[in-house]
């Protein structure tokens, strides 16, 4: 898509935006080279999310999550920030609000220089005892010894949410106020099943919201997406902040 292609209506929008809000998921990752979860290639063709992605997988066979876990710290740690992530960092420093709600848990949107960042999945890099629920962070690949353990001897865990499992709610609370108050929502790569996540562009689209999905398939958000840009995050989010910043 190119900058000149953009809808005189999304540019003017673009523009005008004051409080912006950006939710992003795995395929915002995919450009560079992260697996997404449900795509051809995804991370689930091999394995399925209850057989691993759960607290009773990590009962069951804690050694087992955690070789699937560092099997993907070991490709996110060859993984740079690509353009849909950089874009999305400058147009933080251009809109006077601006949030970022990811479900990735791989750490590149901070990677590429956003800040206000709500990881609302969790985060890869960070550990948690299973007794002490100390956090730290773990970032050796592969791990020194697996499952690994905390000082004290008890298990540690990914500090990611897994299914079944509840969000912070601190970080709900932050994200829907956002959503609830924000002119323009971006919808970035992600295939809108997840919940809570599926259902926060709704929050925005009853607050009157502009809400632009990119993805290059559609999803159950194109319903209620006011434009949905098939492509490429990698590439439609840079043309975007170039109209963006044509005054
Ligand atoms: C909760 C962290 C309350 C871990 C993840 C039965 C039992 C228990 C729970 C449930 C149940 N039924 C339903 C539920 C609720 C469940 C849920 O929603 N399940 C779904 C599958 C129906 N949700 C939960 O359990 C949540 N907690 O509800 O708590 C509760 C408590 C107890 C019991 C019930 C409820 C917790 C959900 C969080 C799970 N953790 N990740 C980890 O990463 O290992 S989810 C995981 O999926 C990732 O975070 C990922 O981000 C997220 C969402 O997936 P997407 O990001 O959308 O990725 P996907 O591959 O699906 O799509 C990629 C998209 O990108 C595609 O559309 C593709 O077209 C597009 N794309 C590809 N390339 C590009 C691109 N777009 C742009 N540019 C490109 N280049």
Same mark, same amino acid.
């Given at each position: 898509?190119?900058?000149?292609?953009?809808?005189?209506?999304?540019?003017?929008?673009?523009?005008?935006?004051?409080?912006? &809000?950006?939710?992003? =998921?795995? @395929?915002?990752?995919?450009?560079?080279? +992260?697996?997404?979860?449900?795509?051809?290639? =995804?991370?689930?063709?091999?394995?399925?999310?209850?057989?691993?992605?759960?607290?009773?997988?990590?009962?069951?066979?804690?050694?087992?999550?955690?070789?699937?876990?560092?099997?993907?710290?070991?490709?996110?740690?060859?993984?740079?920030?690509?353009? =849909?992530?950089?874009?999305?960092?400058?147009?933080?420093?251009?809109?006077?609000?601006?949030?970022?709600?990811?479900?990735?848990?791989? @750490?590149?949107?901070?990677?590429?220089? #956003?800040?206000? &960042?709500?990881?609302?999945?969790?985060?890869?890099?960070?550990?948690?005892?299973?007794?002490?629920?100390?956090?730290?962070?773990?970032?050796?690949?592969?791990?020194?010894?697996?499952?690994?353990?905390? #000082?004290? @001897?008890?298990? +540690?865990?990914?500090? &990611? +949410?897994?299914?079944?499992?509840?969000?912070?709610?601190?970080?709900? %609370?932050?994200?829907?106020?956002?959503?609830?108050?924000?002119?323009?929502?971006? +919808?970035?790569?992600? #295939?809108?099943?997840?919940?809570?996540?599926?259902?926060?562009?709704?929050?925005?689209? %009853?607050?009157?919201?502009?809400?632009?999905?990119?993805?290059?398939?559609?999803?159950?958000?194109?319903?209620?997406?006011?434009?949905?840009?098939?492509?490429?995050?990698?590439?439609?989010?840079?043309?975007?902040?170039?109209? %963006?910043?044509? %005054?």
């Amino acid at each position: 898509m190119e900058a000149n292609s953009i809808p005189t209506e999304l540019s003017e929008i673009l523009k005008k935006a004051r409080r912006v &809000v950006a939710i992003t =998921g795995a @395929g915002i990752s995919a450009e560079s080279g +992260v697996p997404t979860f449900r795509g051809k290639d =995804g991370l689930w063709k091999s394995f399925r999310a209850e057989d691993l992605a759960t607290p009773w997988a990590f009962e069951r066979d804690p050694a087992l999550v955690w070789k699937w876990y560092d099997w993907r710290r070991g490709l996110i740690a060859k993984a740079r920030p690509n353009a =849909g992530h950089l874009a999305l960092a400058e147009m933080e420093k251009r809109y006077p609000e601006f949030t970022l709600i990811t479900q990735n848990v791989d @750490g590149l949107h901070r990677k590429a220089g #956003s800040h206000k &960042v709500i990881e609302i999945h969790g985060n890869l890099w960070r550990v948690r005892c299973t007794a002490e629920e100390k956090i730290f962070y773990l970032e050796d690949v592969p791990l020194p010894e697996i499952p690994p353990h905390c #000082s004290c @001897g008890a298990l +540690v865990r990914p500090d &990611v +949410v897994w299914f079944g499992e509840s969000l912070n709610p601190m970080l709900i %609370q932050e994200s829907q106020r956002a959503l609830a108050t924000c002119d323009l929502l971006f +919808v970035v790569g992600t #295939s809108g099943i997840v919940q809570p996540v599926a259902s926060f562009p709704a929050i925005a689209k %009853q607050s009157g919201a502009y809400i632009v999905e990119i993805n290059p398939e559609p999803t159950p958000i194109s319903a209620i997406a006011s434009i949905s840009l098939k492509g490429k995050s990698g590439e439609i989010l840079p043309e975007l902040l170039k109209t %963006q910043s044509i %005054q």
